[in-house]
């Protein structure tokens, strides 16, 4: 009897093994798209029923990765959002993990507020995630970013803070933990994009036919996101731990990161629609669409709103 059922068991087991659905997640390298990386090295995936595989990738090549089938999902809003517009990628927004952008705006220890930038040279590949945002955060302080600052072409990470530090440029923008690093080289940060407005940045993005075809797919790996950032916001410790390993990082700045980081992710996968539009007006000016674009273009809510329901989350 007791060996029957070992027998049976392990027949149990491996059926469950083999009924998970494998799925291929692409994302870009920085930390604002943490929350599926938590996902599955914490088991939330897992439990959803799927053996993920993880994989870092830029936002061009992921928009043919998702066009021909070879990964199911992208986090990262940008790069898709240019090709939805210009009806190069028939794919769509179907959650939204980080509703805010995890940029900073860093300066020369002399400028002590936005303000102070006037007439200055700020640092930016042209187009890009940070570009953008910067103007973003110009404007809200009051000033023309194309008459009040000259804008130049420059690369980020470690070039930018010596630029910076050698009077090259005045400020730039650049995504957490860039900040800790620059307080050590006693650089000011100017101001945070997310307490200023809502960018959403980073979520879950879908090609059509698998919104047609497998939304109780997409309804599981938005459980799973949502499920990884209330994890994010009620464990501290275990977050940090994930965050080490997944960016190599040493404590002291994985600690660092979460400090930075955390808040702005959500814990119901809600999509701002001011921050979409937002969003949808920036990259229209960088593709040079000039047409009106409809929020249903770009984003998919319908599975979305299934999962709140379903988990008692009220949308405002």
Sequence with gaps: ?????????????????????KIRIGM?????????????????????????????????????????????????????????????LPTRIVACFRPVAHFVLLSRPELKTVKDLKGKTIGAAPGSAPDLVARLIIKHFGMDPDKD???????????ALMRMSQGQIDAQV???????????????????????FSYPISGLIAHNRKIKERPDEIRRAIRAGIKANRYMRSNRDGTIEVLMSTYRLDKETATALYGSLVKGFNDDGNLPEDGLRRLI?????????DREVALSEVADLSVLREVQRELGIKVK
Excluded: C
């Design 1 to 21: 009897m007791r060996k029957a059922f070992g027998v049976l068991l392990v027949f149990l087991l491996q059926t469950q093994v083999q009924a998970a659905d």
């Design 28 to 88: 870009p390298a920085d930390a604002g798209h943490f929350t599926l990386s938590l996902a599955q090295k914490r088991g939330f995936l897992r439990e959803e029923g799927f053996e993920a595989e993880i994989i870092t990738i830029t936002g061009p090549v992921a928009n043919v990765a998702l066009a021909s089938g070879d990964i199911d999902y992208y986090t990262g809003f940008g790069s898709a959002m240019r090709a939805m517009l210009q009806g190069q």
């Design 149 to 159: 600052l000259k804008f130049i072409a420059s690369p980020g990470g470690e070039t």
């Design 281 to 289: 007006e920036d990259t229209k000016s960088v593709t040079k669409v």
């Design 174 to 196: 650049m995504p957490v933990p860039w900040d800790y690093r620059s307080r050590k080289l006693g650089l000011t940060i100017l101001a945070r994009a997310e307490d200023l």
